[in-house]
C-alpha cells in the first residue's frame, strides 16, 4: 500500500496524455478543413464605415443579378485590328451566353483607340467556386478562336481564379515547409530524436484544437477567415507552441539534472516556467485582439482567430508536454543524458563567454548596438504602404496580371475598373458632368438597364442611379488614388446630388487610410499591454520601460532594413498598407518574449545573487534556449514564402529577421548590457532596486 500514492501520481500525466491524444486523433483534421470555411473575396475585408464601402453596399441594387466580371482582351498579332476580326471577337463571346456559369449575354468586342487591341466583358456567377477556373478555360478557349490575335482574360474573375490557385493546398503545403524547418532545426541542435518529435507533436495537437475551434466559429459567421489568416493561424501556432516547449523542456532539463525525479522535474519546470510562458503569451493574445479597434475587416478576423491559437499553444505546452517528459524523463533527450552541469551556468560556454564580454563593458555594448539599431531605424520612414500595385500582389507573373497588364497598354489605364458613383438621379446629370470634368476621369457614363454605361435611359433604383467613371491612370496608381479624391471632391460640391464615390481604386485609397489611422490607434493600445504586464511580471517600471523602447527600436530597424531590401533585392515598389501593422503586431508582442524569457530567469537569478550576477546567470542559463527558440520562430514564419503573394512574403521577411534581429542583438546584448550599467536602480520601484541601494 506505501507504493500506492506513488503509482496515484503518474495518473495524472498519463490522463492529459490520453486527452491529447484523443484531441489530435478527433480535431487533428480540423488543420486541414480550415479552406472550407475561409473565404478570398476581397471585398468582404475592407473599411466599415469608408465611402467605398457604402457604394459596394448600394451598387448591389442596381445589380438585377450579382455578377462577377471577366473581361476578355485580344491583341492583333498584325498592325490593326481588322473588322472581320472584331465580328469574330463578338460572335465567339456572344456564343458564351447559354455557358453554364455565364450570366447574361456577353458585351459586344470594343476596339482600342490605337486599333491593336479589343476588349469585351464577360459577366459570370460570384460563387461560381471551384467551378471557376473550368468556366475561365471556356471563355479562354472560345476568345482563342479569334483568327490572328491573342487572347487573355484580366477582371475581377481572373484575379480570384488566380488568388484560389495562391492559396490552393496551402493546409498541406505551409504545414508541412513550416514542421520539417523546425523538425530540421530542433534535430540539429539538441542532437536529440525523441525530444523534437514531441514538441512538434504538441504543436500539431495545438494546431489542431485551435483550428477546430476557429471551424466552429467561422461556420457560425462568429469570425472570418480568409487564406491569409488561415496561412499565418497555422504559422503562429506552430511557432508559438514550440516557443514555449523549448523553454519548458530546458527548464525539465535543468530541474532533471538537478533532481533525478522525473515527475518531481516536470511539476518544478511548469510551476517556475509558467508565468513567463503564459505572460509571453498573454503579450501576443491581447495584441492580436487590440486589431479587433481597426476598422479594417480582415484586421479584426485576425485578431480572436491568432488569440484563439495563442491559447491553444499555451494549454498544450503546459498540459501536454509536461505530461509526456514525466512519462518518458532521461528518455527523452536520448541520446545525450541531462547531467549535473545543465543545472549550472558551468554547462553553457559559449554563453559564458557571451556574458564576460557584456560585463566587461557594458556601457560600450549597448552603446554600439543602440546605434546600429538606430541607423537602419533611420531607413523605415521610406518604406511604403501605400497597397502593393496589380502586377506585385503575386510574387509570380500571374495570368490575370499579365492580363492587367495588356489592357492597360491599350485602354485608358482605368479600364475594367471604373470609378463607381451613387448619386440621387435627380442631380445624375450634374454629377456626370463633373465627373467628367475631373482631372483624371476618361468618360463617364450613367448606367442603363442594358448594364452599361451610356447605352440608354439610366436605370434608376429608389431615385439614385449608378455612374462609372473610367480613370485615365491604372486603378492601382497613385495617380488614379489622387483622381479618386478630386472625383470626391468635386461631386461632394454638386448641391443634393448626395453623391457616394466607390470602386477598386477607391476602396484601395480607403483602405491605406483607414491602415494609417489604424497604426495610430493600436500602435500605443498593444505597446500599453505590453508594457503593463511586464511591470505585473517583473515587479518594476523601468526595466519594462526599457524593454518596450528596445523592441519598438528592433522593429524601427527591422522596417529600415525591409525597406532596402524590398526595393533593392526583391523589386517591391510599396507594401500591403496592412503590412506595417501586422508586422508592428507580430514583431512586438514576439520580440519581447525573448526578453520576458530572459528578463524572469535574471530576476530569479537577482533575488539569490544580486543585479549583476542575476543578469549574467540569467543570460548564460538562457541564452541556448532562447537562440534556439528565435531560430524557429524565423524559420516557421519564413515558411509563409512559399505562398506566392506579395503580402504574406512581406510578413514573412519583417518577422523573420526582427525576431533573428531581436534574439542576436537585443536580447544577447542590448538588453543585458543596459540592465548591468543601471545597476540595481533598474528594478525600481521594486524591491530589488531598494536592496540594491542598501547594498551599495
Known sequence: MKNAPRRARWLVPLALLIVWLGVGGTLGPYAGKLGEVATNDQAAFLPRTAESTKVLEAREAFDQSETMPAIVVWTTDGDRV???????????????????????R??????????????????????????????LDEVLGAADGVSGTTARIAGPAASQADLSDAFAGIDGLLLGVALGAVLLILLLVYRSFLLPFLIILGSVFALGLACAVVYALADRGVVRVDGQVQGILSILVIGAATDYALLLAARFRE?????????????????????????????????LLALLASDLTNNRALGPVGAIGIVCAVLSTLTFLPAVLAL???????????????????????????????????????????????????????????????????????????????????????????????????????????????????????????????????????????????????????????????????????????????????????????????????VPVVLGIILLILVLLLRSVLVPVLLVATVALNFLATLGVS??????????????????????????????????????????????????????????????????????????????????????????????????????????????????????????????????????
Open 328 to 522: 518518458v524523463g532521461r528518455s527523452a533527450y536520448w541520446p545525450t543524458r541531462p547531467k549535473a552541469s545543465d543545472a549550472s551556468v558551468e554547462g553553457h560556454a559559449v554563453w559564458r563567454r557571451v556574458a564576460a564580454a557584456v560585463d566587461r563593458r557594458p556601457r560600450r555594448v549597448w552603446l554600439l548596438t543602440a546605434l546600429v539599431l538606430a541607423v537602419f531605424a533611420a531607413f523605415s520612414p521610406s518604406l511604403s504602404a501605400k497597397g502593393v500595385p496589380l502586377d506585385e500582389i503575386f510574387v509570380n507573373d500571374a495570368p490575370s496580371v499579365a492580363a492587367q497588364r495588356t489592357l492597360g497598354e491599350h485602354f485608358p489605364g482605368g479600364s475594367g475598373n471604373p470609378a463607381v458613383v451613387i448619386a440621387d438621379a435627380d442631380r445624375g446629370a450634374e454629377v456626370t458632368d463633373a465627373a467628367r470634368r475631373t482631372a483624371g476621369v476618361d468618360s463617364a457614363g450613367a448606367v442603363s438597364a442594358s448594364g452599361r454605361p451610356g447605352a440608354g435611359e439610366p436605370l434608376v433604383v429608389d431615385g439614385r442611379v449608378r455612374i462609372d467613371v473610367t480613370l485615365e491612370d491604372a486603378a492601382d496608381s497613385d495617380a488614379a488614388k489622387e483622381t479618386v479624391e478630386r472625383l470626391r471632391e468635386n461631386l461632394h460640391a454638386v448641391p443634393g446630388a448626395d453623391a457616394l464615390v466607390g470602386g477598386y481604386t477607391a476602396q484601395q485609397y480607403d483602405t491605406q487610410q483607414t491602415a494609417a489611422h489604424d497604426r495610430t490607434l493600436i
Open 255 to 287: 530541474e532533471l539534472a538537478e533532481r533525478g525525479d522525473r515527475y518531481a522535474a516536470a511539476t518544478a519546470a511548469v510551476r517556475r516556467s509558467f508565468g513567463a510562458i503564459t505572460a509571453s503569451a498573454a503579450t501576443v493574445a491581447l495584441g
Open 563 to 696: 525597406t532596402l531590401v524590398f526595393e533593392h533585392l526583391l523589386g517591391f515598389s510599396g507594401t500591403d498598407a496592412s503590412v506595417p501593422l501586422y508586422g508592428f503586431v507580430f514583431l512586438v508582442a514576439l520580440g519581447v518574449d525573448y526578453n520576458i524569457f530572459l528578463m524572469s530567469r535574471v530576476r530569479e537569478e537577482a533575488l539569490a545573487h544580486g543585479t549583476r550576477q542575476g543578469v549574467l546567470r540569467g543570460l548564460t542559463t538562457t541564452g541556448g534556449v532562447i537562440t534556439s527558440a528565435g531560430v524557429v520562430l524565423a524559420a516557421t514564419f519564413a515558411a509563409l514564402m512559399v505562398i506566392p503573394l506579395a503580402f504574406l512574403v512581406q510578413i514573412a521577411f519583417i518577422v523573420a529577421f526582427g525576431v533573428l534581429l531581436d534574439t542576436l542583438v537585443v536580447r544577447s546584448l542590448l538588453v543585458p548590457a543596459l540592465v548591468i550599467d543601471i545597476g540595481p536602480r533598474a528594478w525600481w520601484p521594486g524591491a530589488l532596486a531598494r536592496e540594491g541601494a542598501r547594498r551599495g
Open 82 to 104: 481588322t473588322g472581320a476580326q472584331q465580328a469574330a471577337a463578338s460572335d465567339a463571346v456572344g456564343a458564351l451566353a447559354d455557358t453554364a456559369g455565364v450570366v447574361g
Open 106 to 135: 456577353p458585351s459586344p468586342a470594343l476596339v482600342s483607340d490605337d486599333r491593336k487591341a479589343m476588349q469585351a466583358v464577360v459577366q459570370l456567377e460570384p460563387d461560381l467556386g471551384d467551378e471557376l477556373p473550368g468556366v
